[in-house]
């Protein structure tokens, strides 16, 4: 079943601005994935983040862990155009088989030139 | 380069055929691979885990007589929808590689249309 929520559900914003990406979730989980979808095409995988990690950073992407709260944020710095596409977060529960991921319902993010 | 391959990209087919989609693990063998399914605007739901010489495991609420998983083989998973109709149009996209605290690799979907 579906168990991320992320917020918001779609973005728009200008060239150059950073953009900001929720997602929550309700289980216990060995770790939490990020990915990039563009429209009608696969995965992207942005960034794995492990469950004794707080922040993790990749280019412009930062993401960061709250378990306490069992949430992440992913943030986009400087954005550009290119960046526009759908954004989810995924987890991989612990106490499953690795690759059982769930998904959350998706972040779309318009970038506007 | 892509690790998984998934094929066709695209399928149009009539209502009540059978429709047949490939996964395959490029470089590297594939004990188990991942099929999920997405709705447009919508997010991806695992629909079933597919285990090579082994019978598939499929999530609640999934038809397995509907959605035959084959895994033959270390490289190759193949997902067919029988007897199709229009409400099984959506976008199938498969997984494999990876591992704990390592991130799986997705094929680049299949939009299936059924008309």
């Known amino acids: 079943s579906q168990q991320g929520e992320e917020d918001p559900q779609a973005l728009s914003i200008q060239e150059g601005e950073n953009a900001t990406m929720n997602c929550s979730y309700k289980t216990s989980i060995n770790n939490l994935q990020w990915y990039r979808q563009n429209s009608g095409r696969g995965l992207v995988h942005l960034i794995l983040?492990?469950?004794?990690?707080r922040e993790k950073h990749s280019g412009r992407l930062r993401v960061t862990l709250d378990t306490s709260k069992k949430s992440s944020s992913l943030l986009i710095t400087a954005s550009r155009a290119a960046d526009t596409a759908s954004y989810f977060c995924?987890?991989?529960?612990?106490?499953?088989?690795?690759?059982?991921?769930?998904f959350g319902q998706g972040t779309i993010l318009t970038v506007h030139p | 380069g892509a690790v998984v391959s998934q094929h066709p990209s695209r399928v149009i087919c009539k209502s009540g055929t059978s429709v047949k989609i490939e996964c395959r693990s490029l470089?590297?063998?594939?004990?188990?691979m991942f099929w999920y399914r997405q709705f447009p605007k919508k997010s991806l739901m695992l629909m079933a885990t597919?285990?090579?010489?082994?019978?598939?495991?499929?999530e609640q609420g999934v038809e397995k007589d509907k959605f035959l998983i084959n895994h033959a083989s270390l490289t190759l998973s193949t997902l067919t929808v029988t007897s199709a109709h229009p409400e099984d149009s959506s976008f199938y996209i498969c997984?494999?590689?990876?591992?704990?605290?390592?991130?799986?690799?997705f094929g680049n979907g299949t939009r299936l249309t059924v008309t």
């Open positions: 997984s494999a590689g990876g591992s704990t605290n390592s991130p799986l690799h």
């Open positions: 995924a987890t991989d529960g612990s106490g499953t088989s690795y690759g059982k991921l769930t």
């Open positions: 597919s285990n090579e010489g082994s019978k598939a495991t499929y």
């Open positions: 470089d590297f063998q594939a004990t188990t």
């Open positions: 983040i492990r469950s004794n990690e």
